[in-house]
């Protein structure tokens, strides 16, 4: 029904031609709102309901936890409000240097990251979709293979060791930069921009520099967005890499990566008779912190991804696909 | 010589294209191109000391190491089995979800359970794995519904017993992804031709037809061009939940070939077989995405290259 009624949105009919299908839509929500379709309705509604109940109550149960007091949390039954509430665990977590370290970097890689990337893929795309390029066909083969072929793990362990890369902020920041897909992504939007617009341009003696800061970027701007997004996201939830590369360097943990510590400190314990035990300072466990710190971490993330729909679906649609 | 003096013109004009594009290609070659020299490893007594230059040949040794050890066929089975489960789970409910969501009546509705179900994507895996930790915990939500309709005397400890690995595994894909990948089907059943849907009305065709007879089929090539890309990624599906989730009791279903590699390459300082383990996974994809790109390509579809 949705569909039908969409459609005189999307067509360019005439206004009869549109009265007809209004009625003919019309005529068949009467006939048809009975039976097996109400019961289609009533069944989709109730999928919904589950698939968001299923979706939202673990956030909302560790909202809770975060909220209720450590030991307390430690005998169940906190579902979705706080049993005895207390913010001890944030001013716990606040308190911890090694979360707020690993938060200051955690912000600071990915502001810089996404900044760096955007520009550099940007730079890139702009290069291979100038159609009288003579090596855009070279440059971007070069990058498709990358999407196919990478060393692995353990060459590019090395390389980075070799580099000077490990135990270092730039870890974070120079190896994955430039990224074959979103270049693509940002290739594919600026090809659709039309030549005229640089041909003319060029009449007036603008320069490629210009083309691609005055002309080319301003109209990019929604493209830009979307890449900003993924690149931002994967910097901000990036943990392996601190891991890996930084494990001796504290200076550069990351808050993910601190998370990490904390669950599987929490998961080590045998019982929750010795979380009890370890619970020395006052009400706070590690389960009830963590709880706490994955607020924290996830709250940016929250608070900002509902306002950016439109450019991650434009994007995923433009990337022509990914997972 | 029309064509020499044209390249002139050009090469004049285009200095800046061509000094970007060099400069980006030597990085290029050095973070993506140069890591493939370090697959000699694999063909080395390879020793930190000696380097890539001076390491012993020993041609195709680690590997047959490799194939001899149980454990790492174990692992193949695991990243396999792990990688299908989830393709087929994600994949099914991705376009269940999708369907579904467009038979939504209200458009507010749509909206709002759209919005929520881009939600765990944004999470990292280490997020989501706590969560999953809690939840399935002695004192979780699963555990208290459980014991509350009596299908268990006891709390069951779902991490301590290998038959729940995978579908944990399996059940975490689904809630983190199903409505992001759902996106790329919404988009395209948005692009169906609505007089498609008038037409199957007017023949009579109720909602169950409509969509077997045009939903469907409108996004078959969607779907065909995620089935390619995502089997050639079937081996690259497992990684991060599984090192996260995994634990001593149940390591002989959670450990994948990326984390075999980080165990022997990196914890135990073996570079050469954790590279050969490397190499026979990026070779497998390869050739998996070379296949299925050519099936697909038999069959008229869109494919990747």
């Known amino acids: ?323 | 010589m029309k064509t020499k003096s044209f390249n002139m013109v050009d090469f004049k004009h285009q200095k800046v294209l061509i000094f970007w594009a060099l400069a980006i290609t030597i990085y290029g070659v050095i973070f993506y191109y140069l890591p493939l020299c370090g697959w000699l490893m694999a063909f080395q007594n390879y020793k930190p000391v000696t380097g890539l230059l001076h390491s012993e040949f020993i041609g195709l040794g680690k590997f047959k190491l490799l194939f001899s050890d149980v454990t790492f066929l174990r692992v193949i089975r695991n990243t396999l089995a792990m990688g299908i489960i989830n393709l087929a789970v994600t994949f099914i409910m991705a376009i269940v979800f999708a369907i579904l969501l467009n038979e939504m009546a209200s458009k507010g509705g749509k909206k709002v359970v759209q919005t929520i179900s881009y939600l765990p994507h944004f999470l990292s895996w280490i997020i989501v794995t706590g969560i999953l930790h809690d939840a399935l915990s002695g004192t979780g939500i699963i555990n208290t519904l459980i014991m509350h309709f009596g299908w268990a005397s006891q709390p069951i400890n779902f991490f301590a017993h290998e038959k729940y690995f995978w579908p944990i595994v399996a059940f975490a894909n689904v809630w983190k992804e199903t409505g992001w990948n759902a996106i790329i089907y919404l988009a395209a059943i948005t692009s169906i031709d609505p007089s498609l849907y008038e037409a199957a009305a007017i023949d009579g065709a109720g909602r169950w037809a409509k969509i077997k007879n045009v939903t469907l089929p409108g996004i078959k090539p969607t779907i065909m061009i995620l089935l390619l890309m995502n089997v050639g990624n079937v081996l690259n599906a497992g990684f991060e939940i599984q090192y996260l989730l995994g634990n001593g009791l149940v390591q002989n279903v959670s450990q994948t070939i990326d984390i075999y590699v980080l165990k022997w390459g990196i914890s135990q300082g073996d570079y050469s077989i954790g590279t050969a383990a490397g190499i026979f996974k990026s070779v497998v994809s390869i050739v998996l995405i070379v296949i299925f790109n050519n099936i697909a390509k038999k069959h008229g579809e869109e494919r990747l290259f």
Do not use: H
């Open chain 1, 1 to 323: 029904m949705d569909q039908t009624s969409s459609t005189f949105v999307n067509m360019a009919g005439t206004a009869t031609k549109r009265q007809e299908v209004k009625t003919l839509t019309k005529a068949k929500k009467r006939k048809k709102i009975s039976g097996a379709d109400l019961a289609f309705r009533i069944c989709n509604g109730l999928f919904m309901i589950i698939f968001v109940v299923v979706t939202l109550y673990p956030v909302l149960n560790t909202l809770a936890v975060s909220l209720n007091d450590g030991t307390d949390a430690l005998r169940g039954g906190i579902y979705l409000m706080p049993r005895v509430f207390t913010m001890k665990n944030y001013e716990t977590v606040l308190a911890k240097d090694n979360l707020v370290t690993g938060a200051f970097i955690t912000v600071a890689r990915t502001i810089i990251g996404t900044l760096l990337a955007l520009v550099t893929n940007a730079i890139l795309a702009f290069i291979v979709s100038r159609k009288n390029f003579m090596f855009a066909k070279q440059v971007s083969l070069f990058w498709v293979i990358t999407m196919y072929v990478n060393g692995g793990l353990i060459p590019t362990f090395l390389l980075f060791k070799s580099l000077g890369l490990t135990n270092s902020f730039a870890v974070y920041i120079i190896p994955g930069m430039i990224s074959a897909f979103n270049m693509l992504v940002i290739r594919t939007y600026m090809r659709g921009i039309p030549d005229s617009l640089e041909e003319s341009a060029q009449l007036d003696g603008a320069g490629y520099t210009t083309i691609f800061l005055k002309i080319i970027s301003p109209l990019c701007k929604p493209v830009y967005a979307t890449v900003a997004l993924f690149v931002a996201v994967g910097q901000w939830n990036s943990w392996f890499d601190a891991m890996l590369y930084n494990r001796m360097a504290s200076q550069y943990t990351t808050l993910q990566y601190e998370l990490m510590k904390l669950l599987s400190s929490v998961s080590n314990q045998s019982s929750s008779a010795e979380a009890m035990k370890n619970a020395g300072e006052g009400s706070v466990t590690p389960t009830s912190v963590r709880a706490a710190a994955t607020i924290v971490t996830m709250l940016p993330i929250i608070c900002i991804y509902p306002f950016l729909q439109k450019y991650f679906v434009t994007g995923l649609t433009l990337g022509g696909v990914k997972e």
